[in-house]
């Protein structure tokens, strides 16, 4: 089973707005990331938690919040964010040890966000 | 500091044909993986592949396979008898270590589109 699952599927947010978004994942993995992607882009990578740990900030504005409650949770805190934020936001997960499985990552369905 | 290049921004190709998405990557680590993954329009990325860099042994899976040559640095997807379910946009990336966690490089990414 590679299935890593995110809600919503759809957000629509005003600037004021707080919402979160999350993911979830049962294979067991103790690497858990976040990533952006804006259209026709690659994803970017935002934050990774590596054993529950924040590992990397890739200088992501504070407006946006993770927090990894357990090994098979992540959430994206959203706060005051802006229209460009509009993104498809991603989560991801792997086995979090180097050179394990290559630490494959498999990526869930996507929140589609739109800041109004 | 890592690089992908896809340099075909889109491929359109009739149902049938053989179509070669081209990958070439940068890095001065010894030890690293490659992979393809698929976009398709409903926004998950599925994973495809994984190369690490001391198996240069390409592979076959059904339609798909894979060139993976260092002498080039290149990393070519070759799909055969192309079904318009392939239409999405492929990713390509490359992965090091970064701390406990491996950081993802992608591609720009190569839009196919198959038509019928």
């Known amino acids: 089973d590679t299935e890593v699952t995110q809600t919503p599927k759809h957000l629509v947010m005003g600037m004021t707005n707080k919402k979160s978004l999350k993911c979830e994942q049962h294979m067991g993995h103790r690497a858990m990331y976040w990533y952006k992607q804006k259209a026709k882009k690659p994803p970017e990578l935002m934050f990774v938690?590596?054993?529950?740990?924040?590992?990397i900030n890739e200088s992501v504005p504070s407006r946006f919040s993770p927090e990894c409650p357990n090994s098979s949770l992540l959430n994206l805190h959203l706060h005051a964010l802006q229209p460009e934020d509009s993104a498809l936001y991603l989560c991801a997960s792997s086995h979090g040890k180097a050179g394990g499985r290559g630490d494959t990552q498999y990526f869930g369905p996507g929140t589609r966000l739109t800041v109004l | 500091a890592q690089k992908v290049t896809q340099a075909q921004t889109e491929i359109s190709v009739v149902e049938k044909e053989d179509v070669t998405l081209d990958c070439v990557y940068e890095?001065?680590?010894?030890?690293?993986?490659l992979f393809w993954y698929k976009q398709p329009p409903s926004g998950e990325l599925v994973f495809l592949i994984r190369r690490n860099s001391f198996d240069e042994q390409n592979e076959i899976s059904g339609r798909y396979s894979w060139n993976f040559q260092k002498s080039t640095s290149s990393f070519n997807f070759t799909i055969t008898a192309s079904q318009v379910v392939d239409s999405a946009v492929y990713f390509c990336a490359l992965s090091v270590t970064s701390g406990s966690a491996r950081q993802l490089t992608f591609g720009s990414g190569t839009q196919l589109t198959v038509l019928p």
């Open positions: 890095t001065r680590d010894t030890t690293y993986y």
């Open positions: 938690y590596s054993y529950e740990k924040l590992s």
